[in-house]
């Protein structure tokens, strides 16, 4: 039997209710009928004369369109709310400022040996032009503090590395997410396996920023973080790079 596809939107359910049950109406995506489900009351809208409602059996759920609740906001395709931008760019200072505490007291005696190199650095410089001396090598300055820029970055890439990992199998949200009420899901299911968590991880910041120590390739790696950063801002589905990768989304709880 030939059927039209309805546009997106809320229709009867074309499951019988159970007995006892008043009558609800559950969302069409435009290519197939959702899970979520909300009471008649909620002034459904039909499609018109020239269209037919399509069968249950014959359109299963997907998500190869985007979804959107009564007030047009996008969704996951069982009903979830999309974060916007702005949210996850809130969360995402949050959370860099809480790493940048935690890191800044794990690294400070290397932090403290930087800053007193760069004291007698520019110490010697000052003397130097006094006296009508060359001035210091900045070659055996830069060498005298790449140890512990280096290991400033390795400390940072760990703690990033448990603290986002770490929070995402404990909440499905780092601290940051908690605090203004979003949460990370595959885009199909309410699930967060551990596999897209690291891949989200390694797209995010695992492999652009161990990509950034390399010179060149480090510029691409640099450009590809801030696409990442923008993307959701035109993405249908609201995902960034790495949602795409790991094909999550992330939501909002509240």
Not at 57 to 68: D, E, F, H, K, R
Not at 118 to 140: K, L, N, Q
């Amino acid at each position: 039997m030939a059927v039209m596809t309805a546009p997106a939107g809320w229709y009867p359910d074309p499951q019988p209710p159970e007995a006892g049950s008043p009558p609800q109406q559950r969302y069409w995506d435009g290519q197939g009928w959702t899970a979520h489900v909300a009471p008649t009351a909620q002034q459904p809208t039909y499609p018109s004369a020239e269209q037919q409602q399509p069968a249950y059996a014959s359109y299963p759920a997907t998500s190869a369109t985007t979804a959107y609740d009564m007030s047009g906001r996008p969704t996951t395709p069982d009903g979830v709310p999309l974060a916007g931008w702005w949210h996850r760019v809130g969360a995402s200072v949050i959370d860099y400022l809480i790493l940048a505490v935690v890191v800044g007291v794990l690294t400070f005696p290397f932090i403290r040996d930087i800053i007193s190199a760069f004291g007698d650095y520019f110490d010697a410089t000052i003397t130097a032009a006094d006296e009508g001396r060359p001035t210091p090598s900045s070659a055996a300055f830069e060498q005298e503090i790449s140890g512990s820029i280096v290991a400033i970055g390795a400390v940072a890439f760990v703690v990033g590395l448990v603290y986002t990992v770490g929070f995402l199998i404990w909440k499905q949200a780092t601290p940051g997410k908690l605090a203004v009420g979003l949460r990370i899901r595959l885009r199909e299911s309410p699930e967060l396996p551990l596999s897209a968590i690291i891949l989200r991880w390694a797209t995010q910041s695992g492999a652009p920023g161990l990509l950034g120590l390399v010179p060149l390739v480090g510029f691409l790696a640099s450009i590809f973080s801030l696409l990442n950063v923008l993307w959701p801002l035109w993405d249908d589905k609201k995902q960034a790079l790495h949602d795409k990768v790991a094909k999550t989304n992330v939501v909002r709880t509240r």
